[in-house]
């Protein structure tokens, strides 16, 4: 599928093994009649029901990007891995491996432009700063120089799960879908800091053709965050719980 702005396009990203906001933003999608999806990476990674998304998504036609947590899964060991790659890893079959190793970093299309993260990194921040134990949005001349290069006039990123639309100095659009599955999350590169919506919905956007340029809007989708915040807590991670719950952190 080569994707276009030409028509209708919904981006999903960073799922986190979180099955049951798959199937509630695929089902509002499918609502609104939409039929060009692109998936933004970070698909199994999250103490969930990675399994249950890769049944979701095996036999659908959507590009997707491989993202950093995809990359883990493949490139490092279980010893090597953090506990919540480990325990996707245990739970996916061969087969959903060796699609993540099949995945590209990048794709493109007519006038469309998708990555993970940024276009040099799978695990840089590209809108968003760290600040004082969270994040804020960076500098327009620091999001522009790592845009260079990219002639698309929309951009696709992910990564943060903070929903974004930003307009460049030269008209380009960038767009942050939000996370479907994983509303919260602490890390601690490049400095400690927590990032969170406040909100449990499964997010996603969806970018619609315009004479004037395409109009972006992003979805809140409802679904039960509560089996799914039980999901985590059968894997001891009363951390993801809260996350998935509640979309918050901190409180």
Known sequence: ?????????????????????????????????????????????????????????????????????????????????????????????????????????????????????TPADDNLYWTERVVAGGVSLAPVEMIERMAEGVTAGLILYAHTHVPRVLRLSDGRVMVNPGSVGCPAYSDEAPAPHVVQVGDPSARYAVVRPGADGPSVEHRAVRYDWDAAADQARGYGREDWAQAVGTGWLDG
């Not at 906001?21 to 990674?45: C, K, M, T």
């Open 1 to 117: 599928m080569t994707l276009t702005v030409d028509k209708p396009l919904a981006v999903i990203a960073d799922i986190h093994g979180n099955a049951l906001a798959l199937r509630a933003v695929l089902a509002d999608i499918e609502a609104l009649g939409i039929s060009q999806v692109v998936n933004l990476g970070d698909v199994f990674s999250g103490p969930l029901d990675p399994a249950g998304v890769w049944e979701i998504l095996r036999d659908r036609d959507i590009p997707c990007v491989r993202g950093n947590h995809d990359r883990y899964l493949v490139e490092m060991t279980p010893a090597e891995m953090w506990a919540t790659d480990r325990v996707t890893h245990e739970a996916l079959a061969d087969e959903a491996l060796d699609w993540i190793r099949g995945l590209p970093v990048t794709l493109e299309g007519d006038g469309v432009y998708a990555c993970h993260a």
